[in-house]
């Protein structure tokens, strides 16, 4: 089984889901430090001045708070704000009227445990993407003690049983391909192919801004197999990466 | 776009600050999806396919300066 284990985040580009169907069982690594500053709740949009930020409000965000201990602002305002902004953004955009509807969903339910909603959200996306990998919610369920990085990694690789582990491309100096070998688990990396990929309306900024806006310029067939084409290399088992 | 625009872009910090010593371990935005769309963006923009060791290797924007370079890419 090929298991991929990764931060939940909003609206994230469509790396991240290549990511999810290169594997059978994807794990949301929440327990872990919150990012200031990151991609966890916002991303990009493009506006006719060029991409801009769009933001899921916290509460008490903090580098010193693990993703799953935040919470979403309770809306003041902030969700007809942002309805607006992506309202004014894509309604020219050939799949507004389908997504827009969707988006207005997410937007609903967004509300309480951050790290609940970022793994609710990005199952949805997955399904609407018709990838079928199986999801765990929730890394805090394997209690990670005093494990950290590929040590923390290993022990949700096999507590799920997993004989292979995906990991993203970027991060390979903090994997040692041995130690995976000597734990019975193979490690890969994805090699996202987005160069290829006949995406509609792709701007200067490319298909690296969040998935919302793939999903404003692209019909549904488009990204089910844009999100089903990228490669994945196997790491040299016998001598470390770096 | 400069390889120092797309560092700043996607570790939301200054390009002034962007220089060819910052490790993207001092960088406090860095993580596997900011790792995973500099890549991504490397890649897209410069027209290269990086290696396994290449990207295994880029642990500074010296380190990306000069896989660019060793694709014949003027950075």
């Known amino acids: 089984m090929r298991l991929a284990i990764m931060q939940p985040y909003f609206l ?60 979403i602002k309770p809306d003041d305002g902030w969700k007809r704000s942002l309805e607006r902004t992506i309202s004014t953004t894509y309604s020219k955009a050939p799949c507004y009227a389908e997504v827009f509807p969707l988006f207005q969903d997410f937007l609903a339910a967004a509300s309480g445990n951050l790290a609940q909603f970022l793994s609710q959200n990005l199952q949805e996306i997955a399904a609407w993407l018709g990838l079928a990998t199986q999801f765990v919610p929730s890394s805090s369920i394997y209690p990670k003690g005093e494990l950290k990085g590929q040590h923390r990694i290993l022990d949700i690789c096999l507590r799920e049983g997993a004989d292979t582990y995906v990991n993203p491309p970027g991060g390979r100096e903090l994997y040692d391909a041995p130690v995976f070998t000597a734990a019975g688990l193979e490690l890969q990396f994805l090699k996202p192919e987005l160069k290829n990929l006949q995406l509609g309306s792709v701007g200067d900024d490319g298909p690296v801004l969040s998935i919302l806006d793939l999903m404003m310029y692209n019909s549904q067939e488009l990204l089910r197999q844009a999100a089903s084409t990228f490669q994945v290399e196997t790491a040299c088992p016998t001598s470390p990466l770096s | 776009m400069t390889l120092e625009k797309i560092f700043a872009e996607v570790f939301a910090i200054p390009e002034s600050s962007v220089a060819d010593t910052l490790e993207l371990r001092q960088i406090s935005s860095w993580d596997s999806m900011s790792h995973m769309l500099l890549i991504t963006r490397i890649e897209e923009v410069f027209s290269v396919q990086l290696t396994g060791d290449e990207i295994a290797d880029m642990k500074s924007v010296g380190d990306s300066r000069r896989a660019l370079q060793s694709h014949a890419v003027a950075v």
């Open chain 1, 12 to 71: 994230p580009y469509i790396g991240y889901f290549q990511l999810m169907a290169a594997a059978d069982r994807f794990v949301f690594l929440d327990d872990v430090n919150y990012i200031n500053r990151g991609w966890i709740n916002r991303n990009r949009l493009r506006t006719p001045q060029g991409p801009a930020w769009f933001t899921l409000p916290l509460i008490g965000a903090s580098q010193n708070r693990l993703i799953c201990e935040l919470d």
